[in-house]
């Protein structure tokens, strides 16, 4: 089992930054690809990043490439989201999840721990 806790969310302007983590406990040796997702009212959970286990390998969203990047360190357990230029489309309830297929996976299935989640609202 691995737990997963997010932190770091919040309000804040249009184009400004936050940075999210997420803190890995429990089963962390396993060499889990990491993932971000977010969710709004009447959407589904949708993919934003993913790292794979060694962090040299990462894959975004469109919509955020340029203005997000994720990274990871091991020996923290500890996966980051540096949001940059956000918009007020940005704002989302955003998931961390645990995976074990590659970084390029943009399915929620394919994931299998999750946080619980951490509300960021970008304010225009």
């Known amino acids: 089992q691995v737990q997963l806790v997010e932190s770091g969310g919040g309000l804040v302007q249009a184009g400004g930054s936050l940075r999210l983590s997420c803190a890995a406990s429990?089963?962390?040796?396993?060499?889990?690809?990491m993932g971000w997702f977010r969710h709004s009212p009447g959407k589904e959970r949708e993919f934003v990043a993913a790292i794979n286990w060694q962090g040299s390998s990462a894959f975004y969203l469109d919509s955020v490439k340029g203005r997000f990047t994720i990274s990871r360190v091991n020996a923290k357990n500890t996966v980051y989201l540096q949001m940059n230029s956000l918009k007020p489309e940005d704002t989302a309830v955003y998931y961390c999840a645990a995976g074990t297929t590659g970084p390029s996976t943009t399915l929620v299935s394919d994931y299998t721990y999750w946080g619980q989640g951490t509300q960021v609202t970008v304010s225009s």
């Open positions: 429990g089963r962390t040796s396993s060499g889990y690809t």
